[in-house]
C-alpha cells in the first residue's frame, strides 16, 4: 500500500475522530478491526489531525489506541454479554 493512500486515509480517520471528540468528549478511543492493524503508522499521523481539529483542552485529554484483543473483540464482548445476561 502506498503512503499516499495510508496518509490520506490517516488524515480522513483524524477528522472523523476529531468530530467525535468534538461531540462526545471521550475518555479514550479504541480503533480496532483492520484499521488497528496498521498501528502508528495510521495512528499517528490520525492523532495529529485531532490535535489541529478537535477543541485543545479535549483533544489534549483523549487518548487514541489500538485494541489489545485484535480480531477476537467480537467474541469476548459477546461472551461478556451473555454473562451478563445470566447473571441479571
Do not use: C
Given at each position: 500500500m502506498s503512503l499516499g493512500v495510508?496518509?490520506?486515509?490517516?488524515?480522513?480517520?483524524?477528522?472523523?475522530?476529531?468530530n467525535l471528540v468534538n461531540l462526545l468528549n471521550p475518555e479514550?478511543?479504541?480503533?480496532?478491526?483492520?484499521?488497528?492493524?496498521?498501528?502508528?503508522?495510521?495512528?499517528?499521523?490520525?492523532?495529529?489531525?485531532?490535535?489541529?481539529r478537535a477543541f485543545p483542552l479535549l483533544s489534549r485529554a483523549v487518548r487514541i489506541l489500538p485494541a489489545q484483543l485484535g480480531d477476537d473483540a467480537g467474541v469476548f464482548g459477546a461472551a461478556v454479554f451473555a454473562w451478563q445476561q445470566t447473571t441479571h
Amino acid at each position: 500500500m502506498s503512503l499516499g493512500v495510508v496518509s490520506q486515509a490517516a488524515t480522513y480517520l483524524g477528522i472523523g475522530l476529531a468530530n467525535l471528540v468534538n461531540l462526545l468528549n471521550p475518555e479514550m478511543i479504541v480503533i480496532g478491526g483492520g484499521l488497528s492493524k496498521m498501528g502508528e503508522l495510521l495512528l499517528e499521523p490520525a492523532r495529529q489531525v485531532v490535535r489541529e481539529r478537535a477543541f485543545p483542552l479535549l483533544s489534549r485529554a483523549v487518548r487514541i489506541l489500538p485494541a489489545q484483543l485484535g480480531d477476537d473483540a467480537g467474541v469476548f464482548g459477546a461472551a461478556v454479554f451473555a454473562w451478563q445476561q445470566t447473571t441479571h
